[in-house]
């Protein structure tokens, strides 16, 4: 063999190795990404598909969040505000909600709007709009999660005999008319929720509390955001991914004003000599003030809202002078609350 052909040779055979090693780095390369895949379809499916979460730990979540222990607090007030800011944020990412898809008859849907819109004004009336969209988003999460009831009015109106989920139902609240103006906004968050709108920010949040207490259950739990005065949480590790929220709506079988809890014996009335004035929907009765012109607030005569607090525990003042011409407050007692009317 001449050395030409043997140079030849080794040429051939060395374009060879180099094609072998190309050849096994490209195979290695696609063992490599398929294992990716693999691995990214085997986590999609566990967030889509499995919940792993013994029955023991669920019961123990819902009884720490539902039962006698959910009335349990660590401080109020003050110290309350230090202990929440505390406590950080849960990890990974806010996954938001599907949207809400309405079925059932006419009948359903007055029921389903009544209740969360009692849901959105007794528990968030007054706070920003967001915070009000982020307590109606809770109310349809945990509709679709397994620990919670599967209407909208069962959501709203659930407690085991002791306990109410929403403090509102229990505490008499829903015998005190509300503020017209504002329960027609809490109305129309509610319509729109119903009809498909998503609050984002609290992605499956299914529980809340103001910032001005601090449950003993919140650390059980995923802190997801704070609108507001309300911190909203929910479920830990998979009970709180979408994977869990399955539940399919099954209508509102119950008419809200049949579960909502007897009026407690010691619970004033602010005010009998009040006319309804519309509308009357299963029981909510929307009302206003003899001397108001529109609504419980007349604002064009600078009135601000009240809350009594121990120092008027003797019944709501009345209406001590007419709203023209005084120089000093009067107060005029009215439902929900006591209207101060500011002098001129």
Known sequence: MTALAQQLKLTIAGRRIEALIAALAALILVALLGLGLVYARGAADAATVTVPITPTKAAQLIGATSGIESTQVQAIGDQA????????????????????????????????????????????????????????????????????????????????????????????????????????????????????????????ATHYHADYVAPRWAPLLGKVAQIGQHIFYRWPGAWGLPAAFTGRYIGEPRDPLSMRPPKPVDQPLLIDAVAPAGPITDGTVLKRAPDDVGGLLDTTKGWTLHIPGPEDSSGAAKLIATQEGKPAAAKVATSGGVIEVAGR
């Open 81 to 204: 505000k230090v202990i929440n800011a505390a406590l950080p944020f849960a990890g990974g990412p806010v996954h938001a909600a599907r949207p809400f898809a309405m079925t059932g008859d006419n009948l359903d849907q007055r029921r389903a709007l009544l209740c969360l819109t009692q849901a959105v004004y007794y528990e968030a009336g007054f706070e920003p709009v967001e915070g009000r969209r982020a307590v109606a988003q809770v109310i349809l999460n945990r509709l679709r999660h397994p620990a919670f009831p599967k209407s909208v009015c069962g959501v709203v109106y659930q407690s085991n005999g002791r306990v109410c989920q929403f403090t509102f139902v229990c505490d008499g609240a829903l015998y005190r008319a509300p503020a017209r103006d504002a329960w027609l906004r809490a109305e129309e968050i509610a319509r729109a929720a119903l009809a498909g709108y998503v609050e984002t920010a609290v992605g499956e």
